[in-house]
């Protein structure tokens, strides 16, 4: 019945090496110390450098221009202070792109929890076809967002997409929707383009959980006479719950990154109503040319991005303690 | 588990395969479409654009430099992350890690200008850089993740017999850590490949573009004919879906590496 269910091999974790003991002289000790630097920053030097140069550099710059008014053209680069912030917490269309990117994060991370859970679950309990269709709900995550974009437009068409068509063709032609081109749904039909991209990884991240998961719990489970949901309520999720938490944070900075689809289906349209924190990032800055301003825009989404690290980080010590 | 009962075994595999059927649909529908009205036309049609074929010398010049430039940093660095003591270690290693939550939007003015500045936009080698970049720091807690695993006796032995930290390095763990830079390979291809925004923000030239920036460039050049522009998409996804297919495992080890720090 389990033919995939085997001991995860727990590897004790190496410590890293040690220096070697050396002679009581100070100055030879001193030495080694610093030629042991030299060695470890040689290393890693040239990934410094890239980071540095390329991420580092990037947002004190944002920090800097940030208090300026400036096109990124003209030479005239003007102080304002933090009249940009200002600016930014008076434009609706900020709140409206946190507030779309807020439920984009909300509604992707718990629906593709869920769906993944139940089909890791599924999978783990039905022996047949096991790995194919693991196969087949992982495929869209190595897709690009694209091609999923464009596929997507094809199946929302309002006159000649699959999803109106088979509506009618049902008889139920009176609830087609213009999917992408309605203001009160193109959120959501973007959401359901993410979902089916990455419920693949959720139920990959939880089935190779549930393999460590021990047997026995599952059989005391049976033997008390805990029914199929039951012992995915009560069993199975409780002690996932580190992978559903590392999901949560990984679907939260997805959400803050998430750009490729909304531009291919909706270019953060109609109107605003799909507008993301970092279309609305883009849209100032390159199409806009307000540097500066998108500069306060960056520097308040790395705000959002590092406090999300920080509460990760200390719920990550909580659970592990 | 209680699935005794024939009945509940039925409903599992029967939802299952509706979900397997939903979850095809969207794939269906692009091969579907990139045949429609010319059939397979579309596809010669496609591949005789002159565009096409530099989108594509583009996507794979992009992603292999992408990927032996990360891949050598990546190794040296991991290495020494995990293995080495070093005066400012964790806090290096620490400043890295946090560009995971780094969305690229926020980082695309910068970006810009250092590129400029550097003459790299429009320029293979500046989108390389980029991308390079914002690949390090994944794939940074990916290797070091599988070096940390590796005991230390190896090397320890390697170095009571005389060898140097470089013989060490690249005779004892290298060889040891293969596998970890295989997965690291196929993100840092899937990656590039399927980069956008940088594409979009730096590479304005059609003759600089890659394979992502196609169906929007068919869009406009070719007035919108769906045929071609699906084939183009699915031309563009078969070197993920051929990765995909032969190394499928280390796809999903990835996924597992990046969840477990």
Known sequence: MQTE?????????????????????????????????????????????????????????????????????SFDKVFVG?????????????????????????????????????????????????????????????????????????IYDFQFGYINEFLRAIGLGSLEQNWLGDPDIALYSVIA???????????????????????????????DGAGFFRTLWSIVFPNLKGTTFTLSILGVIGGLKTFDLVWITTAGGPGSSTEFISTYLFRKSMLQQEVGFSSAVAIILLTIALLITYFQLRVQKKMDN | MNVESKKSRWMINLVLMLASIVWLFPIFVMFKESLRVNGFENYIATLQNPNFPTFVFNSFFVAF???????????FAAFAFSKLEFAGKRLLFNMILAGLMLPVAS??????????????????????????????????????????????????????????????????????????LATALIYAFLNSWNEYLMVLTFMTDPAYQTVTMAPSFFKDALGGDPGKIYASLVLISLPTMVFYIFFQRFFQKGMTAGAVK
């Open chain 1, 193 to 223: 383009i993410n979902i089916f991209q990455w419920t693949g990884s959720s139920m990959v991240m939880y089935y190779m959980a549930m393999l460590t998961i021990e047997k026995e719990i599952f059989e005391a489970a049976k033997i």
């Open chain 2, 65 to 75: 430099f992408m990927i032996i430039i990360s891949i050598t940093i990546l190794a």
């Open chain 1, 5 to 73: 269910q085997q001991e995860l091999p727990i590897k004790p974790k190496a410590e890293p090496l040690k220096p070697a003991p050396r002679s009581n002289v100070p100055k030879k000790k001193r030495k080694g110390k610093m030629k042991q630097n030299m060695v470890g920053w040689a290393f890693v030097g040239p990934i410094v450098l890239f980071v540095v140069a390329f991420i580092y550099y990037g947002i004190f710059y944002n920090a800097y221009n940030s208090f300026f008014s400036w096109d990124g053209i």
């Open chain 2, 107 to 180: 980082m695309i003015v910068p970006l810009f200008f250092t590129l400029r500045s550097f003459d790299g936009l429009n320029n293979h080698w500046g989108l390389i850089g980029a991308e390079v970049a914002f690949f390090l720091p994944f794939g940074l807690m990916l290797i070091k993740g599988y070096f940390d695993e590796l005991p230390n006796e190896l090397m320890e032995a390697a170095f009571i017999d005389g060898a140097t930290i470089l013989e060490v390095f690249f005779k004892v763990m290298l060889p040891l850590a293969k596998p970890a």
């Open chain 1, 82 to 154: 933090f009249e940009n912030y200002a600016e930014m917490f008076r434009d609706p269309d900020f709140y409206l792109s946190l507030k779309n990117t807020f439920i984009f994060t909300i509604l992707t991370v718990t629906i593709q929890a869920f769906i993944g859970l139940v089909l890791a679950y599924f999978l783990h309990t039905q022996g047949p076809l096991r790995t194919a269709m693991k196969s087949v709900f992982f495929f869209p995550v190595v897709l690009s967002p694209v091609v999923l974009g464009a596929a997507f437009s094809q």
